[in-house]
């Protein structure tokens, strides 16, 4: 990463070459996972339509109520695997404050990290350091879940991640899509005993929300492959606007901004 893009070069095709490489392999995993919630808000919108029939209508409206609610759990359970990919790659690289909540491996059934005796890093005997990091984080993300929007903001935080504006302002409705996952789940959908009324268009707007945040993170996960100051060494650059993705060479007018894949 140390080496130079020609300044009179095609610095432009090489920076998006490099952007696409890095953020292609997430973009398509969000592409894949939303597809099953497509799937299943298509077709309870086809049962919704359907209960225009009227001896069909009570139990095709529970049946399109009832994939609605299983279209909240998985765009809850398709947040989360998202997270725990990023904890994978980034957070064995983190630094001790960040890998101090991490538990070592073995050592708890909390998920909490604990002090420890020396003893107990003797199971853990001919690994090397790296490699006993990385497994106490992979079993640390098997237990580890996000339960609101400030779960999520500290888990982002805690793996270097730069949290841009557009981003933040998404959690309020990740807010929501949460709590309603945590009432299906654990309470059948139930307050006080009477099953509560879906709402399509809510739901759906949850799952484009949610996707959408997930996107958003793209421009902060390509910054922490290569931070800023990497990126203007190798490409001569003047400016790296972390909020907008917006980078700059020595000209104004040379103005781009990293794109999605395709």
């Known amino acids: 990463m140390?080496?130079?893009?020609?300044?009179?070069?095609?610095?432009?095709?090489?920076?998006?070459?490099i952007a696409q490489d890095t953020v292609t392999p997430y973009y398509i995993d969000i592409n894949?996972?939303?597809?099953?919630?497509?799937?299943?808000?298509?077709?309870?919108?086809?049962?919704?339509?359907?209960?225009?029939?009227?001896?069909?209508?009570?139990?095709?409206?529970?049946?399109?109520?009832?994939?609605?609610r299983s279209v909240v759990v998985l765009t809850h359970a398709q947040?989360?695997?998202?997270?725990?990919?990023?904890?994978?790659?980034?957070?064995?690289?983190c630094d001790e404050k960040a890998l101090n909540g991490v538990p070592l491996l073995g050592t708890t059934d909390?998920?909490?990290?604990?002090?420890?005796?020396?003893?107990?890093?003797?199971?853990?005997?001919?690994?090397?350091?790296?490699?006993?990091?990385?497994?106490?984080?992979?079993?640390y993300l098997g237990r580890v879940s996000f339960n609101n929007g400030t779960d999520i903001m500290n888990?982002?935080?805690?793996?270097?991640?730069?949290?841009?504006?557009?981003?933040?302002?998404?959690?309020?409705?990740?807010?929501?899509?949460?709590r309603r996952r945590h009432q299906i789940v654990h309470r059948a959908d139930r307050i006080g005993g009477e099953l509560q009324l879906v709402d399509p268009g809510e739901i759906l707007n949850w799952v484009e929300v949610t996707r959408n945040f997930m996107?958003?993170?793209?421009?902060?996960?390509?910054?922490?492959?290569?931070p800023v100051n990497v990126l203007k060494e190798k490409f001569n650059l003047v400016s790296v606007d972390e909020?907008?993705?917006?980078?700059?060479?020595?000209?104004?007018?040379?103005?781009t901004d990293i794109k999605e894949p395709e």
Do not use: C
Not at 2 to 17: A, C, L
Not at 45 to 58: E, G, I, Q, W
């Open 155 to 178: 888990f982002l935080e805690q793996i270097g991640l730069k949290i841009r504006e557009k981003t933040r302002e998404q959690l309020p409705t990740i807010d929501a899509m949460t």
């Open 110 to 139: 909390s998920g909490r990290a604990e002090k420890f005796f020396l003893g107990r890093l003797a199971r853990h005997r001919g690994k090397l350091i790296d490699d006993l990091i990385k497994e106490s984080v992979e079993e």
């Open 32 to 68: 894949v996972a939303f597809k099953r919630a497509h799937r299943l808000a298509n077709h309870a919108t086809k049962f919704v339509r359907d209960a225009a029939t009227p001896f069909l209508s009570h139990a095709r409206r529970e049946l399109a109520d009832d994939i609605l």
């Open 2 to 17: 140390t080496d130079q893009i020609d300044p009179h070069g095609s610095w432009k095709e090489e920076f998006e070459r």
């Open 243 to 255: 909020e907008t993705g917006t980078v700059s060479d020595a000209e104004p007018e040379t103005d």
């Open 215 to 226: 996107q958003s993170l793209l421009w902060s996960i390509f910054l922490r492959h290569y």
């Open 79 to 93: 947040l989360e695997d998202f997270l725990r990919t990023m904890g994978k790659t980034f957070l064995p690289t």
